[in-house]
């Protein structure tokens, strides 16, 4: 089983930047796609950005695209999300997922398509 543990959430203005963290309990991240969700008060949860962790392969919601960034640490096992030009909007719980399918070089967006989620990390961005 994998362990995911977001932090790196806050307060933040509008207009300010946030790096979000994922990191695994020791588990070496080759052959898995990990994605970043959110969810808004009141709303679903959304697809925000996915990573290919071999291929490197990235994609992004429409929302975030110039705005957030994904990457990983391969040392590290770290999954981040670079935040950006934050908008109120941009406010939720952010999720990290992970789905193991080695050999895959592409990416999910669904979230029925992960199967292990972290607890999630609170960013609040005011006006």
């Known amino acids: 089983q994998v362990q995911l543990v977001e932090s790196g959430g806050g307060l933040v203005q509008a207009g300010g930047s946030l790096r979000l963290s994922c990191a695994t309990s020791?588990?070496?991240?080759?052959?898995?796609?990990m994605g970043w969700f959110r969810q808004a008060p009141g709303k679903e949860r959304e697809f925000v950005a996915v990573?290919?962790?071999?291929?490197?392969?990235?994609t992004y919601a429409d929302s975030v695209k110039g705005r957030f960034a994904i990457s990983r640490d391969i040392a590290k096992n770290t999954v981040y999300l670079q935040m950006n030009s934050l908008k109120p909007e941009d406010t939720g719980v952010y999720y990290c997922?992970?789905?193991?399918?080695?050999?895959?070089?592409?990416?999910?967006?669904?979230?029925?398509?992960?199967?292990?989620w972290g607890q999630g990390t609170q960013v609040t961005v005011s006006s």
């Open positions: 997922a992970s789905r193991f399918r080695p050999g895959y070089g592409g990416l999910y967006y669904g979230e029925n398509e992960y199967s292990y």
């Open positions: 020791g588990r070496t991240l080759g052959g898995y796609v």
């Open positions: 990573i290919n962790w071999s291929s490197g392969m990235t």
